[in-house]
């Protein structure tokens, strides 16, 4: 994904903003279209925040720990599991997303066929960035492999990396978004401003991380010389 700009400036322009007289006509009229009390809603946001909390945590108190690979007796036998459980988490935030989508109200104005053809074309694209960033990575490359031991041999910068750092990231967002559009659905697009910012935050913790797993790497490598 592409980086976010922060630092002093920005965070006066933020302060310089005066709420009291900020218009909330915008926030009225979303909450015509979303109910946020809503209890399929609350479960959809639950499940977006859940899953990348979850991985990080367990991935992280792996690598510190090296738990699950003792339990599992194989570091790639432990991977393989927690990819499992990725997975499910996975299948149960879509399955809430839509649930959530499909009990609040659509929106007239994008009940028309240009707007389901580019959700559509969203559905596609996200869909050829995960599955093509899947296939680059492999199945211990997407599923935080490094955070086990298995690390891999060199930074991938073949499509889709040569035009994204964080495909998988992007291409989920996007195949939400193209799925929010195709049901005309508002609370659908809040969802995907939802998940998007869940992966921000995610790619925050993920990336330094990671970058110091492999910054080690050299180093371990000429110990066991």
């Not at 945590?57 to 790639?76: D, I, K």
């Not at 599923?143 to 930074?155: K, P, S, T, V």
């Amino acid at each position: 994904m592409n980086s976010v700009a922060s630092g002093p400036d920005c965070c006066r322009g933020l302060g310089n903003i005066n709420y009291k007289k900020a218009d909330l006509s915008v926030m009225t009229w979303l909450l015509h279209y979303v109910d946020p009390s809503d209890p399929s809603f609350v479960v959809a946001i639950l499940t977006i925040a859940f899953g990348p909390f979850f991985w990080n945590v367990v991935a992280r108190w792996e690598y510190r720990t090296r738990r699950l690979s003792s339990v599992f007796r194989s570091p790639y036998l432990a991977c393989y599991s927690l990819g499992a459980v990725i997975l499910l988490l996975n299948v149960l935030r879509s399955h809430c997303f839509t649930q959530a989508m499909l009990s609040q109200p659509k929106m007239e104005g994008l009940e028309n066929p240009t707007t389901y053809c580019l959700g559509l074309a969203l559905l596609g694209v996200g869909t050829i960035f995960v599955l093509s960033s899947f296939f680059a990575l492999g199945f211990t490359g997407t599923f935080l492999g490094d955070y086990f031991g298995i690390l891999m041999e060199a930074r991938v910068t073949t499509f889709p990396f040569s035009i994204v750092d964080n495909p998988m990231y992007c291409g989920s967002t996007a195949n939400y978004l193209g799925w929010a559009l195709m049901h005309a659905s508002p609370t659908g697009l809040l969802l995907t401003v939802v998940v998007a910012f869940v992966y921000m935050v995610a790619i925050q913790y993920e990336e330094p991380f990671t970058a110091e797993i492999y910054r080690q790497k050299p180093a371990k490598s000429h110990r066991r010389r």
